[in-house]
């Protein structure tokens, strides 16, 4: 069940086709924050459409040798979970709601059937077994052995679903992934040497085609939405930070009568409070952007409190810029470069910008080496040797610099430190660990992060008892970056 490297590639270009349409395997993006997502009628026509989708492409084969064809009930689910999911992407990107809508049900259901019909599913088939396989393994390997009606409930690791796994747990006892047995009158999951070898396999094909990276973003940006609190949170560990932002404005040079962007504006701080509007005057223009529906609605809100009609809000992530060429005299941002991916952010940057244009910012850089207080209390995350992990969200020294040296002549890196209050015990967990600037966390079960995010509040309040509250500081190694676009 191992995938050839003509398979991954063919499986790579089509799940690069798919991000383009907007077609994503996403289905946790459907569990909603309290709110109903979806009524009844719309999980009815979900149903349908799936049937219509999984009928027509009926005889489709996998893109590797399973034992088994795929039937038509995992077929059918197949359809309905990335039509529900790529519903729900769709709304959010493009009608800012969290609310799935009928007309983006059919929208998705329009663009997976154009996919498909070119190679009858087996890419996007082949993608969502792979990705299963991924989660089903993954919790098993991570607890040892995970008790049968858990596994079957997917509590512990697909807790989305409205469906149970029986038909994936056959599959893997029966291809030798899984292997079942009895302790006191209960029946446990565990995995088979084979199962560990197809879960290294499954996650390295998924890490090389691009969902784990998709996925952390999508989840990045989820937990953003749902994060109501962000500015208290922000205010009680930086209260300094309007400082630092009107510092970023005067650094910018930005003029009266520019037109600017800003990027990962969040709740319009940069903008609004440390007033980046007024700096462009009246006749200038300030164009501010996030990814999150939630923080731009906080933004939006706040808006009624300025004068500021020079300021207009829009949806969309550093990687892909809503606007044309040459549009920007100057873009800024604060905070939000460490979670973009930074040469494609960089390549959009310069293109909006006009010729002689500037781009300025501040960012956190790589926090591995931290205080001892603080180690102590990730140590659960550092053992795991994730925070460590060349994939640690946050960008090292040289990261940017590199990034920066085909679009900008001259440019400045210069160091920084920010101290963060870290005595919010709750603040500080939820911050690093939902939001993902312990990003590595979230390949972990969807279980597993939840025991682990307990696990990092009890021993936060040890460290904080046993150091005493006013050491937790943490020393922040941060960058400045202003620029000049080459073009
Ligand atoms: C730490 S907050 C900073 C918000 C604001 N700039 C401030 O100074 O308070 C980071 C922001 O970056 C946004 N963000 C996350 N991924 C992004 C991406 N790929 N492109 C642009 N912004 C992103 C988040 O939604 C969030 O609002």
């Known amino acids: ?15 690069s086709e798919m991000t383009k349409l907007d077609i994503v395997i ?88 154009n996919y498909v019909e070119s190679d009858g599913g087996a890419i996007l088939l082949s993608l969502y077994t792979r990705i299963a396989s991924y989660l089903n393994l993954q919790v098993v390997g991570y607890f040892e052995r995970v008790p049968e009606h858990v596994f079957i409930s997917g509590d512990w690791h697909q807790p989305w679903i409205d469906y149970t796994l029986d038909k994936d747990l056959k599959f893997g006892l029966e291809t030798g992934l899984l292997v079942r047995e009895n302790d006191g009158g209960q029946a446990y999951v565990s995995l088979t040497h084979k199962g560990k070898e197809v879960y290294e396999s499954c996650k390295a094909d998924l890490e090389r085609c691009g969902y784990l990276k998709q996925r952390e973003q999508l989840m990045r940006i989820a937990q953003f939405t749902n994060m109501d609190d962000y500015e208290h949170i922000m205010e009680r560990a930086a209260p300094y930070l309007h400082d630092l932002r009107k510092s970023l404005i005067a650094r910018s040079e930005i003029r009266p009568g520019m037109k600017v962007l800003e990027l990962g504006c969040g709740t319009g701080a940069l903008t609004l409070d440390d007033g980046l509007y007024k700096a462009v005057g009246y006749e200038g223009t300030v164009i501010a952007t996030d990814p999150s529906i939630g923080m731009l609605t906080r933004a939006k809100k706040k808006q009624l409190q300025y ?181």
């Open 1 to 15: 069940m191992t995938i050839s490297g003509k398979t991954l590639d063919l499986i790579t270009s089509g799940f």
């Open 26 to 113: 996403a289905p946790w993006l459907t569990m909603g924050n309290n709110n109903e997502r979806l009524s009844p009628s719309q999980k009815h026509d979900l149903r349908i459409l799936a049937l219509e989708l999984s009928l027509v492409h009926g005889n489709t084969k996998l893109l590797w040798d399973v034992t088994e064809e795929i039937s038509q009930g995992y077929r059918d689910r197949i359809y309905y979970e990335t039509l529900l999911s790529t519903a729900a992407y769709l709304s959010y990107m493009r009608l800012g709601t969290l609310v799935i809508t009928h007309e983006m049900i059919c929208v998705a259901h329009s663009v997976i059937k």
């Open 307 to 487: 004068d500021a009609d020079n300021v207009q809000f829009h949806q969309g992530g550093a990687e892909q810029i809503p606007f044309a060429d040459n549009t920007f005299d100057a873009v800024i941002g604060s905070l939000f470069l460490h979670f973009t991916d930074i040469p494609k952010a960089f390549e959009e940057i310069h293109r909006v910008t006009k010729p002689g244009g500037t781009f300025t910012t501040i960012y956190p850089l790589d926090f591995s080496k931290q205080e001892d207080f603080f180690i102590e209390w990730f140590e659960p995350v550092y053992k795991r040797g994730l925070a460590s992990t060349s994939k640690a969200v946050f960008p090292k020294e040289h990261t940017v610099p590199e990034a920066a040296a085909r679009y900008f002549d001259p440019f400045t890196c210069t160091p920084a430190t920010l101290v963060f209050d870290t005595r919010n015990v709750e603040h500080v967990v939820r911050f690093m660990v939902q939001v993902g600037t312990m990003a590595e966390l979230n390949d972990l079960p969807w279980q597993a992060r939840n025991i682990l995010f307990d696990e990092l509040i009890a021993r936060g309040h040890a460290v904080k008892e046993k150091y005493g509250e006013h050491a937790l500081k943490l020393n922040q190694p941060e960058q400045w970056f202003h620029g000049t676009v080459r073009k």
